[in-house]
């Protein structure tokens, strides 16, 4: 009897486990990239003929982003060539060749990362398909390694190109030719490989190829070329720091920036001189300004009534004359504004800046008051054409009324201003970190030092002239710094770019690796070996 009821229990169980719904897992996530069967004609065919190649894979598989990710070298006009199929999903490549290829080539596809399975997207990374129009595929490799001469952060997709130094090459080569071998560093990468080449000397460039027409264009890209040509075959890593070149000179187009204001467009230095000719009657007067944020020099006048102008701008032993047609347009008419509304911080200097030009300012009609309204004593000094810096001892937790009087600043049109009131104040010491900084190593003074935000931003900059044991930042906004020196080494009070022409380099940079965490009311120290 009880071996029956067993039995019957058993039983019953086994038909609640049968009677149980579940539901099912699909099995694990695919995460296998595509897998290459075969093509036609096969990998490294040599002697190639073909007009055509299908390259065939174990499942589905789709292209994506293949204008960013294909590789060719050398490289090919996207006229010579179609790939296919695309937007759709397919077991192969197709690619259809509508181009005569170069006689004994070793020609590379690198497909990058742009051949995924169609289902979960696993990319088949860096999938290339080699043949040869000769009668071997080429063998030697070059490798590299890219950064950037200013930011600790390098660029992505670097075209790094080979040229053949022949008895026909020239340092232009690179404004006017395709390269001979090519690649790119896509989206993630700093180094490069370089593979299926043939012995030889060659001109090692990369270039931030903005247009991707694979050649350099001086004013968008950037650039940096290995100083002597390269021998092949080469073990060594070669590295490559991208810079980019301090636009030459050259005039720009005028126009009428205002009722008494003409605007001049340049490109590189704003160092030129702006000659008004002809006679000009006693009451003429002008004066040039330069605009911070565009490339453009304003020549403000007035005291004169005409329809034209003649002009004649000088830079170096270069000459243009403009005879300007006056056109209509709104008057200037004078803004003051106090750059620091609201908060002052311990480390700022008071600025005022105007829209037009400054002609003078009356300190008897500028009042500064403390929290108390005790008179702050100031000094007033130009620092250009619109700005003018207000110094005082700032004190930390204080309450400060500015204020400035019609006829406290003047511009270049004899007008005033409204009265003009502006309540600042100040944060506690407590609010504020500090920073001191040791260096080791300086190649040479003078020096910056920077300290740089998350985004490679300047926060704040200390130019030094000679060694000191310590670097002191005081009066830091609580955040993260990046802490970079640039060397200044022909002492000309800014850091110099290179230029390819030239066959200069940029001056050296140092990046401090850590990212420095600056908190309120903290007092850091930390040291800086440069090598």
Same mark, same amino acid.
């Given at each position: 009897?009880?071996?029956?009821?067993?039995?019957?229990?058993?039983?019953?169980?086994?038909?609640?486990?049968?009677?149980?719904?579940?539901?099912?897992?699909?099995?694990?996530?695919?995460?296998?990239?595509?897998?290459?069967?075969?093509?036609?004609?096969?990998?490294?065919?040599?002697?190639?003929?073909?007009?055509?190649?299908?390259?065939?894979?174990?499942?589905?598989?789709?292209?994506?982003?293949?204008?960013?990710?294909?590789?060719?070298?050398?490289?090919?006009?996207?006229?010579?060539?179609?790939?296919?199929?695309?937007?759709?999903?397919?077991?192969?490549?197709?690619?259809?060749?509508?181009?005569?290829?170069?006689?004994?080539?070793?020609?590379?596809?690198?497909?990058?990362?742009?051949?995924?399975?169609?289902?979960?997207?696993?990319?088949?990374?860096?999938?290339?398909?080699?043949?040869?129009?000769?009668?071997?595929?080429?063998?030697?490799?070059?490798?590299?390694?890219?950064?950037?001469?200013?930011?600790?952060?390098?660029?992505?997709?670097?075209?790094?190109?080979?040229?053949?130094?022949?008895?026909?090459?020239?340092?232009?080569?690179?404004?006017?030719?395709?390269?001979?071998?090519?690649?790119?560093?896509?989206?993630?990468?700093?180094?490069?490989?370089?593979?299926?080449?043939?012995?030889?000397?060659?001109?090692?460039?990369?270039?931030?190829?903005?247009?991707?027409?694979?050649?350099?264009?001086?004013?968008?890209?950037?650039?940096?070329?290995?100083?002597?040509?390269?021998?092949?075959?080469?073990?060594?890593?070669?590295?490559?720091?991208?810079?980019?070149?301090?636009?030459?000179?050259?005039?720009?187009?005028?126009?009428?920036?205002?009722?008494?204001?003409?605007?001049?467009?340049?490109?590189?230095?704003?160092?030129?001189?702006?000659?008004?000719?002809?006679?000009?009657?006693?009451?003429?007067?002008?004066?040039?300004?330069? #605009?911070?944020? *565009?490339?453009?020099?304003? =020549?403000?006048? $007035?005291?004169?009534?005409? %329809? !034209? @102008? /003649?002009? +004649?701008?000088?830079? #170096?032993?270069? *000459?243009?004359?403009?005879? =300007?047609?006056? $056109?209509?347009?709104?008057? %200037? !008419? @004078? /803004?003051? +504004?106090?750059?620091?509304?609201?908060?002052?911080?311990?480390?700022?200097?008071?600025?005022?800046?105007?829209?037009?030009?400054?002609?003078?300012?009356?300190?008897?009609?500028?009042?500064?008051?403390?929290?108390?309204?005790?008179?702050?004593?100031?000094?007033?000094?130009?620092?250009?054409?619109?700005?003018?810096?207000?110094?005082?001892?700032?004190?930390?937790?204080?309450?400060?009324?500015?204020?400035?009087?019609?006829?406290?600043?003047?511009?270049?049109?004899?007008?005033?201003?409204?009265?003009?009131?502006?309540?600042?104040?100040?944060?506690?010491?407590?609010?504020?970190?500090?920073?001191?900084?040791?260096?080791?190593?300086?190649?040479?003074?003078?020096?910056?030092?920077?300290?740089?935000?998350?985004?490679?931003?300047?926060?704040?900059?200390?130019?030094?002239?000679?060694?000191?044991?310590?670097?002191?930042?005081?009066?830091?906004?609580?955040?993260?710094?990046?802490?970079?020196?640039?060397?200044?080494?022909?002492?000309?009070?800014?850091?110099?770019?290179?230029?390819?022409?030239?066959?200069?380099?940029?001056?050296?940079?140092?990046?401090?690796?850590?990212?420095?965490?600056?908190?309120?009311?903290?007092?850091?120290?930390?040291?800086?070996?440069?090598?």
């Amino acid at each position: 009897m009880l071996k029956r009821i067993f039995v019957l229990l058993f039983i019953c169980a086994l038909f609640v486990q049968c009677a149980r719904r579940g539901s099912p897992t699909g099995g694990p996530k695919d995460e296998t990239p595509p897998v290459l069967l075969r093509a036609d004609p096969p990998q490294k065919t040599v002697n190639f003929k073909d007009d055509e190649i299908r390259i065939y894979f174990d499942e589905y598989i789709k292209l994506e982003k293949l204008r960013d990710q294909l590789v060719i070298s050398p490289p090919l006009d996207q006229s010579a060539y179609i790939i296919s199929p695309q937007g759709i999903a397919a077991k192969y490549i197709n690619v259809t060749l509508m181009d005569t290829l170069a006689p004994n080539t070793t020609y590379t596809f690198n497909f990058g990362d742009s051949v995924v399975d169609n289902n979960e997207g696993n990319p088949l990374s860096f999938f290339s398909y080699v043949f040869s129009t000769g009668t071997a595929i080429d063998s030697l490799t070059l490798r590299g390694r890219i950064s950037d001469a200013l930011s600790r952060k390098s660029e992505n997709f670097v075209s790094v190109m080979l040229y053949p130094v022949d008895s026909t090459f020239t340092d232009s080569v690179i404004f006017k030719n395709k390269p001979l071998y090519y690649t790119n560093t896509l989206d993630s990468l700093i180094e490069f490989t370089i593979p299926n080449l043939k012995e030889g000397r060659f001109l090692l460039a990369a270039i931030k190829d903005v247009s991707k027409n694979y050649m350099f264009d001086p004013s968008i890209d950037k650039i940096d070329v290995i100083s002597e040509p390269i021998t092949l075959p080469n073990d060594s890593l070669f590295c490559l720091s991208l810079f980019k070149e301090e636009p030459g000179f050259a005039f720009g187009r005028a126009y009428q920036a205002g009722k008494q204001r003409v605007g001049f467009g340049y490109n590189g230095s704003p160092d030129f001189d702006i000659i008004l000719e002809g006679e000009l009657p006693d009451s003429f007067a002008s004066v040039v300004s330069r #605009d911070r944020e *565009t490339d453009t020099m304003y =020549y403000w006048y $007035r005291g004169i009534d005409t %329809d !034209s @102008l /003649k002009f +004649t701008l000088k830079y #170096d032993t270069l *000459t243009k004359s403009y005879v =300007y047609r006056i $056109r209509k347009a709104e008057p %200037d !008419s @004078l /803004k003051v +504004t106090v750059v620091q509304n609201g908060t002052l911080h311990l480390a700022d200097t008071l600025k005022i800046k105007t829209n037009t030009p400054l002609k003078g300012f009356d300190v008897d009609a500028i009042s500064l008051r403390d929290k108390d309204s005790v008179s702050v004593p100031f000094k007033l000094v130009q620092n250009n054409k619109h700005e003018l810096q207000m110094l005082f001892d700032v004190f930390p937790s204080e309450n400060y009324q500015l204020q400035l009087l019609p006829g406290a600043i003047t511009d270049f049109f004899d007008v005033t201003h409204d009265t003009l009131a502006v309540k600042l104040k100040t944060k506690s010491r407590v609010d504020y970190g500090n920073l001191s900084l040791r260096l080791g190593n300086v190649p040479s003074f003078p020096i910056f030092i920077d300290l740089l935000d998350e985004k490679e931003e300047i926060k704040r900059s200390m130019y030094v002239t000679e060694e000191k044991s310590l670097f002191r930042f005081a009066y830091l906004s609580p955040q993260k710094y990046y802490i970079r020196v640039r060397i200044d080494e022909n002492a000309n009070g800014k850091w110099d770019t290179g230029h390819y022409l030239k066959k200069q380099k940029p001056e050296a940079v140092y990046h401090f690796p850590p990212l420095i965490d600056v908190r309120a009311n903290w007092e850091l120290q930390e040291q800086f070996m440069l090598e």
